[in-house]
């Protein structure tokens, strides 16, 4: 039989080893068997609290047991089933594939997470961009090289527990399966995802990087395989479509091969830089948060009024402890992004602060049809880069000066390593994008006291949340509406947000996939 307890700790007791592993001794005796089950920071009041849930249990009674187990089946004589693209929907995928008893075939247009190293370090100190290998494309996805994160509110979509578990069984730490806001960390990910691919090819299955699709081999309604931009065609029992948010050149290619595409509502702005101990201080309530506290995060949220119509304004993809990165795909553009690495160590804290863009802000480009979300946020993508000099450097202001709508004559100092170039954003973003970020970062302020400084900089452009794009499917059967055997994926189809939900989405494509298709390959 197992018994529940909950406690509320002081930080130095439930977030050092050593000190919580006493205080359960010393609660419950040193012959007690114990499983810590959740941890979440409370800091709501002036004294931060920790929230622990621990299992008590019987001698050899498991309390969480570890459900996953890595597959022990081989499939390479089995059916195949091709996955472009190789981010957490496509390697998930390929994993529940092998479970069922398909071979997956993945295909990767980018480079594995060791190689990919070097495209990233061209991009931070030379400005080159590859735009097949670069913080997007690449072994792991975009997640690999920018934070890790796991949290996820689409716990209704699936087992989070289980893309938990498999992670850990991959190498990730344990504390992911505790935590409230689970992180594996840039630093650490890259290892996880090898281990990763360690087990798809171990049991039979391919992945082939620096493969890039350049067509698909549809007949009779049906999607037979691809092409790839060797002149080589794969085929097998179907496709899981399963690219990204950045795959352009796959959202057109699937218009010109006359599947069904449809502009999609995204949310597009800047990324916030302040230094942690600010953020520390109006999350923690104190001059310094010691060293049992991990560096503090935050989730901000307002609506905006700009020419009588409401939008919201909100952060996105917090790193505390982080770095922002350069995340464009193409040369003539600039992309930011953040990341963290596991102990969350950097003087700087940093936060997506964008607006959700719908569709009818887009009058201006309905002449682009499906793509006008597309062309929205590729024309502010280049009009960044190109008032910053054409380079990678990203424009900037201090937080202050952009809302009244000055340049900074200075800048503080920034994690971003392509370096930057003080503008007036208010010359680039579209008006009423820079309206409502200018009345949300002053909403901030009054709600959080200290937020709104000249020591924090924004730098743009925020633009790469999620797919401008949606690929349409079955709710059921989550087929595309129109061609047979196409499972449209993940964050590029429209149907996740994040590692978490872009994991358990391959899951369950794979799932419908061989359910439909594995005993009838043609």
């Not at 090898?194 to 007949?219: A, K, M, Q, W, Y």
């Not at 609506?303 to 409401?310: E, K, M, S």
Request: aromatic content about 8%; some cysteine.
């Amino acid at each position: 039989m197992t018994k529940i307890l909950n406690y509320r700790l002081k930080p130095e007791i439930a977030l050092d080893e050593a000190n919580f592993a006493a205080f359960v001794t010393n609660k419950l005796g040193a012959e007690a068997h114990w499983k810590l089950l959740k941890r979440s920071i409370d800091a709501r009041s002036r004294r931060v609290q920790v929230n622990v849930e621990i299992a008590l249990s019987e001698a050899g009674e498991d309390p969480r047991p570890f459900a996953y187990q890595k597959p022990q089946n081989n499939v390479a004589d089995k059916s195949e089933v091709i996955i472009v693209g190789a981010g957490p929907a496509g390697l998930f995928a390929a994993m529940r594939c092998i479970e069922l008893g398909a071979k997956p075939i993945v295909l990767e247009r980018g480079k594995d997470v060791q190689a990919r190293r070097r495209d990233l370090a061209a991009i931070n100190k030379e400005h080159k961009v590859n735009p097949d290998s670069n913080y997007c494309f690449g072994e792991g996805g975009a997640g690999t090289y920018s934070d890790g994160k796991l949290y996820t509110r689409s716990k209704k979509r699936g087992d989070v527990t289980r893309i938990l578990e498999i992670l850990v069984a991959h190498g990730s730490q344990e504390d992911i399966l505790v935590d409230t806001h689970p992180h594996i960390g840039t630093n650490k990910l890259p290892k996880v995802i090898e281990d990763i691919r360690g087990t798809i090819l171990s049991r039979g299955g391919e992945i082939r990087f620096d493969t890039r699709v350049e067509d698909f081999v549809i007949r009779e309604g049906e999607m037979k395989g691809v092409k790839t931009q060797d002149g080589s065609i794969i085929e097998g029992i179907g496709v899981i479509l399963a690219t990204g948010h950045s795959a352009r050149d796959i959202f057109r290619l699937l218009q010109t091969s006359g599947v069904k595409i449809e502009s999609k509502p995204f949310a597009l702005g800047l990324r916030v830089e302040h230094p942690q101990v600010i953020i520390d201080q109006i999350q923690y309530h104190c001059d310094t948060r010691g060293e049992y506290l991990p560096a503090a995060s935050y989730s901000l949220a307002t609506q905006t009024q700009f020419d009588q119509v409401q939008r919201g304004v909100f952060s996105f993809c917090m790193c505390p402890g982080g770095f922002i990165v350069p995340a464009a795909t193409a040369d003539g553009e600039v992309v930011v992004n953040g990341m963290s690495p596991s102990k969350r160590d950097s003087k700087f804290a940093n936060s997506g602060i964008v607006v959700a863009v719908e569709n009818e802000d887009l009058k201006a480009y309905e002449s682009e049809g499906d793509f006008k979300a597309l062309a929205f946020q590729t024309e502010v993508e280049q009009n960044a880069c190109a008032i910053a000099g054409g380079t990678q450097s990203a424009p900037a202001q201090r937080l202050v000066d952009f809302v009244k709508g000055k340049t900074s004559t200075n800048l503080p100092d920034c994690s971003y390593q392509p370096g930057l170039t003080a503008v007036n954003m208010r010359e680039f973003l579209p008006e009423s994008i820079y309206m409502r970020l200018r009345d949300g970062f002053k909403s901030f302020g009054r709600k959080s006291k200290g937020y709104y400084t000249n020591e924090a900089q924004v730098l743009g452009v925020e633009s790469r949340t999620s797919s401008p794009v949606h690929v349409p499917r079955n709710r059921e059967t989550l087929e595309h509406i129109e061609v047979k055997r196409l499972f449209p994926c993940g964050e590029g189809a429209g149907y996740a947000g994040g590692i978490m939900s872009a994991a358990i989405d391959g899951e369950k494509c794979a799932e419908k996939l061989i359910e439909a298709y594995l005993d009838t390959r043609t």
